[in-house]
T-cell receptor, first 115, second 114 residues
Framework: GNSVTQMEGPVTLSEEAFLTINCTYT??????LFWYVQYPGEGLQLLLK?????DKGSNKGFEATYRKETTSFHLEKGSVQVSDSAVYFC??????????????FGEGTQLTVNP | ETGVTQTPRHLVMGMTNKKSLKCEQH?????MYWYKQSAKKPLELMFV???????ENNSVPSRFSPECPNSSHLFLHLHTLQPEDSALYLC?????????????FGQGTRLTVV
């Protein structure tokens, strides 16, 4: 079955530091890959996505590249801000032609950015 | 505004109570989902509805009973819950028939069973 493995947290960085959160996956076929972010007390928000190999998703300074050869989708940001403190989830969606999207999530990585 | 609204945001209930969680989406989607988020565990997909029919039930105990009266509304009826059922319950929706799209989430209902 499908699975997602995320870098264990928590991760604590100083403002303006470089961020990498590793994500690898196991899936049959060609899944779509996502990063979601959850701020305290909130639900999940889509941060970025990539739907095929070598695609790069980007949003709000975050980037991730769909690497089929390494089955990875690592999240990066060049300069984090205090407001980026949140839990980040890597997820994949298998291809189901008739019944919508089913997301398989990683365990989440808590990021804290200190001023 | 995410387009998916959940009520209530917080709920405390005793083990003998019956309560319902409500989810409403205004995105024109035809697939809706219930997820459970517990501390230190990955999100668990509980139920999937597609075109108002339940298409997936991931071994969820019968004390959780979903209902999808139309494509815009989803309920989760709760009865005789256990303390270990305390969690954040997230509703999501997505377009039906396109398995590689993202799901859109509500803000969740924080449930505490006492």
């Amino acid at each position: 079955g499908n699975s997602v493995t995320q870098m264990e947290g928590p991760v604590t960085l100083s403002e303006e530091a470089f961020l990498t959160i590793n994500c690898t996956y196991t899936a049959t076929g060609y899944p779509s890959l996502f990063w979601y972010v959850q701020y305290p007390g909130e639900g999940l928000q889509l941060l970025l996505k990539a739907t095929k190999a070598d695609d790069k998703g980007s949003n709000k300074g975050f980037e991730a590249t769909y690497r089929k050869e390494t089955t990875s989708f690592h999240l990066e940001k060049g300069s984090v801000q205090v407001s980026d403190s949140a839990v980040y989830f890597c997820a994949l969606s298998g291809l189901r032609e008739t019944s919508g999207s089913r997301l398989t999530f990683g365990e989440g990585t808590q990021l804290t950015v200190n001023p | 505004e995410t387009g998916v609204t959940q009520t209530p945001r917080h709920l405390v209930m005793g083990m003998t109570n019956k309560k319902s969680l409500k989810c409403e989406q205004h995105l024109g989607h035809n697939a809706m989902y219930w997820y459970k988020q517990s501390a230190k565990k990955p999100l668990e997909l509980m139920f999937v509805y597609s075109l108002e029919e339940r298409v997936e039930n991931n071994s969820v105990p019968s004390r959780f009973s979903p209902e999808c009266p139309n494509s815009s509304h989803l309920f989760l009826h709760l009865h005789t819950l256990q303390p270990e059922d305390s969690a954040l319950y997230l509703c999501a929706s997505s377009p039906q028939g396109t398995g590689n799209t993202e799901a859109f989430f509500g803000q969740g209902t924080r449930l505490t069973v006492v």
